[in-house]
């Protein structure tokens, strides 16, 4: 007895010192659950209201980029990938590479207490990791190098060493089917942990309650099926809504403000055991206009950016990963790999929005054929209808995860021909930006290769390329936008507009209570319709609607407003920051508000007010009573900072900008103002900056006579479209950053840069630049569906590799 009373003290100061000195490692330990639909009764999805609806709109899009950020951080430990590091990448988009699973598992033999020759570890915590890891990568917890680490924590579980060893051994025995042993386990730990539960509060006591609740709740999550779960469940996520959720969207214990104030890794920790049990965190917990949601509060406070601890990126990349599961459809926990049915859901969403992004860019291709386009699409139908059925006949979640990211890669294999141009006299088009951009290909390889200019940028305006203008410019689609239906629009479930496909139909609304939608790709149907693909912003329904501006409008103002007047009823509220927190007052219906400028915030924009202050540009929420008229075709700014680098390509300019700038091509220089026209490649130097000549790249952009040659094949993505997409040649050794800047200029896209060679880092393409460090603002790069660990200018490519960029927002 006395031995257990000192382990249980000496754990709760342990505990301590881990949460202060070492992020707390206790709440690595973040698996969770499965419950069923009756438990998030207690939370339902609360509509949001007030200047809080523009956040609802851009948070899915920011939980995506931040899962995308927090893999990009992992993978970048390379040979220290650890267990928690691959549970994290095997719920990514592109799944665990075998040289990352070779490196957890490694990890795994050298830090697990039990495995490496010891004992088992306090606390339970390298077991809990050590078997969510082994499960990840299709490792057999019960017989690793001949080892039981299951048996060795069912030994634990059956004489506990301290409370948080409950919640750690039944979260690791509850991750799979281990044998009656391990069951019997769980049926005893489940029971202690309810008994545990304060029937006062509804919570867990400890020296950090949040923490502890949180962790409670992860486990009981998983053990559902278990007498008393889903009741003790259900108490608990009600008590955590009233005693311990803030007004900021975070979570903290008023009672103990040593142990219970609110932090990082505490709101990590319960939105990711809340997302678990079935609540929506995309959203407040409370009905109360100034109440923020779980995830949005996570968001805010950055977790996967570089520079934090490797803890805390890998406790928050699962925590959005299961947030987003849980938003798509996906039932209990993430960890729960062998639930049935559990992942089905939301991996289905998954392939399917993969599928999608892979057809927009075949569409999108400028350089293929008709005909090759045809065939590819094709292929990608084949290769989803293979995956989905594959998916819906899974009867475990780590064959429904392994069976979507296995449908992803094979998306990325799909390759559209090029037609070679019929005669070098007539240069091929490549239409961007609204407009068609005239390129010689062959002297736009050598004038660009013996010649470089700095490209300065000083607006976040994404520049147009209009060396020559042909016919008028085409329509650009409304890809990733936020519309609200103007008059009475359908939803159906297909492009096919028949009766029996129609799901909704939303009525004609006022203004403030106008449907909004996520535009998620523009079309036209057998019907000969143009057709939006959409997604409802309140309700979460997806499906097709007519499209046009009889049906709908930007749900966001962006032109240069400089007054507005609030329309909604309740008001809204100024704030001190961008992303809409800080809060400094609130504003009544009718009041007038002077404008300094509209800022681009993901999906969504704000307003700068004259007194520095940030509002919602929701149209729903505010009128705009005065726009300055300008004949310029203008895009909000973005609060980035300015990128200057410098550029080896064609850097398209400003269809409204005054600046003046030299051209010089290959023959003779022209001095212009404004728009230039000319067959060759064009130099563009921005005058008032200093030029600085790139570094020389290690190997030659565009291949010698002489030299073996590889190909590889580039797409570079914004805002949910294509840029441009092709193939391109390299000498063999050549880096991927080589291939980008060749592209780059067979493209006559406007790239911009710094270092050189393992120090590369792209700082903008075409206009859309990276943000201050420490932002998540950025380009990305992978190739062949995976993220590499190194810089672009240290990747040797292969041939046949594909390279695509992606602007992270």
């Not at 100061?13 to 973040?30: C, M, Q």
């Not at 008023?254 to 104030?261: D, P, Q, V, W």
């Not at 939006?532 to 709908?552: C, E, I, P």
Request: hydrophobic letters at 35%; a positive charge; glycine letters at 8%.
């Amino acid at each position: 007895m006395k031995r257990k009373q000192f382990l249980y003290w000496f754990s709760i100061v342990l505990g301590i010192f881990l949460i202060f000195f070492s992020g707390g490692n206790s709440s690595r330990a973040d698996t969770a659950s499965d419950v069923n639909s009756a438990i998030s009764t207690g939370l339902t999805e609360i509509a949001q209201q007030g200047s809080k609806i523009d956040s609802r709109a851009d948070t899915a899009s920011d939980v995506n980029s931040a899962i995308s950020t927090g893999l990009t951080e992992i993978a970048q430990q390379g040979s220290k990938i650890d267990a928690w590091d691959a549970t994290c990448l095997v719920f990514g988009d592109n799944g665990i590479t075998d040289l990352q699973a070779q490196y957890a598992y490694k990890s795994i033999l050298k830090n697990n207490d039990f495995l490496s020759g010891g004992s088992q570890g306090l606390n339970g915590i390298s077991d809990v990791s050590a078997v969510n890891g082994l499960v990840a990568i299709d490792k057999d917890p019960t017989n690793v190098n001949g080892k039981n680490l299951v048996a060795d924590i069912v030994k634990d579980a059956n004489n506990p060493a301290s409370d948080y060893s409950i919640v750690n051994d039944l979260e690791a025995l509850s991750t799979g089917s281990y044998g009656q042993a391990s069951e019997t386990a769980r049926t005893s730990l489940t029971k202690k942990l309810i008994g545990m539960q304060d029937q006062k509060t509804g919570l867990w006591n400890g020296f950090d309650k949040v923490d502890y609740t949180a962790r409670a709740i992860l486990a009981l999550s998983m053990n559902t099926n278990q007498p008393g779960a889903a009741d003790a469940l259900n108490t608990a996520v009600k008590a955590v809504s009233n005693h311990l959720y803030q007004e900021n969207g975070g979570f903290a214990d008023s009672s103990n403000t040593m142990f219970g104030a609110e932090n990082a890794y505490n709101d990590v920790t319960m939105t990711n055991a809340l997302a678990s049990a079935g609540v929506n965190v995309y959203v407040p917990l409370k009905e109360k206009t100034d109440y923020v949601a779980p995830v949005q509060r996570v968001l805010e406070q950055h977790p996967v950016s570089a520079g934090n601890s490797a803890m805390l990126i890998q406790q928050a990349t699962w925590t959005f990963e299961q947030a987003r599961f849980t938003r798509n459809g996906g039932k209990g926990s993430i960890f729960a790999f062998n639930q049935t049915d559990a992942a089905k859901p939301g991996e289905i969403v998954s392939i399917k929005a993969a599928a999608i992004t892979k057809k927009q860019s075949i569409i999108n291709d400028p350089q293929a054929t008709a005909a090759a386009k045809s065939d590819a699409l094709n292929l990608v139908d084949q290769i989803l209808a293979t995956y989905v059925s594959k998916l819906s006949a899974d009867s475990t979640s780590s064959a429904a995860i392994a069976d979507r990211a296995a449908g992803v890669t094979a998306f990325n294999h799909v390759t559209v021909s090029h037609a070679a141009p019929a005669t070098p006299v007539t240069p091929p088009t490549v239409t961007n930006n609204n407009v068609t951009v005239v390129n010689n290909p062959a002297s736009s390889s050598s004038a660009s290769s013996s010649s470089a200019a700095t490209s300065t940028s000083s607006s976040s305006s994404v520049p147009i390329s209009t060396p020559t203008v042909s016919g008028k410019p085409v329509k650009k689609a409304s890809h990733r936008s936020i519309v609200y239906a103007l008059t009475t629009v359908k939803l159906y479930r297909s492009s096919n507009f028949t009766k029996s496909n129609l799901t909704k139909t939303y009525k004609k609304r006022a203004r403030i209570n106008r449907p909004m939608f996520l535009v998620i790709s523009q079309q036209t149907n057998k019907q000969g319709h143009a057709i939006y693909r959409v997604k409802d912003m309140n309700l979460g329904k997806t499906g097709y609607t007519l499209s046009g501006s009889k049906y709908f409008a930007h749900a966001y103002y962006s032109a240069k407003v400089t007054r507005i007047k609030v329309i909604y009823p309740k008001g809204i509220n100024e704030y001190g920051k961008v992303n809409l927190t800080s809060k400094k007052r609130h504003v009544k219906k009718n009041a007038s508000l002077s404008v300094r400028k509209v800022v681009n915030y993901g999906l969504s924009n704000r307003m700068q007010l004259t007194n520095g202050r940030y509002i919602t540009a929701n149209k729903k929420l505010i009128l705009a009573t005065k726009i300055k008229k300008s004949s310029q075709n203008t895009r909000p700014s973005t609060p980035t900072a300015t990128t200057t680098g410098t550029s080896t390509s064609t850097p398209p300019t400003n269809s409204g900008s005054t600046a003046t700038t030299t051209t010089t091509t290959s023959s003779k220089p022209t001095a212009t103002t404004g728009t230039t026209t000319t067959t060759n490649s064009p130099i563009i130097i921005h005058l008032g900056a200093t030029p600085t000549l790139p570094v020389a790249p290690t190997n030659p952009v565009t291949p010698s006579n002489d030299a073996k040659t590889i190909t590889t094949t580039i797409s570079i993505h914004a805002d949910g479209a294509t840029i441009a997409s092709g193939s391109i040649k390299v000498n063999s050794g050549a880096s991927a950053f080589d291939a980008l800047q060749a592209f780059a200029q067979q493209q006559g896209l406007a790239l911009t840069y710094k270092g050189s060679g393992a120090t590369t880092y792209v700082t903008g393409i075409n206009g859309y630049n990276a943000g201050p460090a420490g932002t998540m603002t950025g380009w990305l790069y992978s190739v062949n569906g995976t993220e590499p660990g190194s810089s672009m200018g240290a990747y040797t490519l292969k041939d046949g590799d594909s390279i695509s960029m992606t602007y992270n927002k």
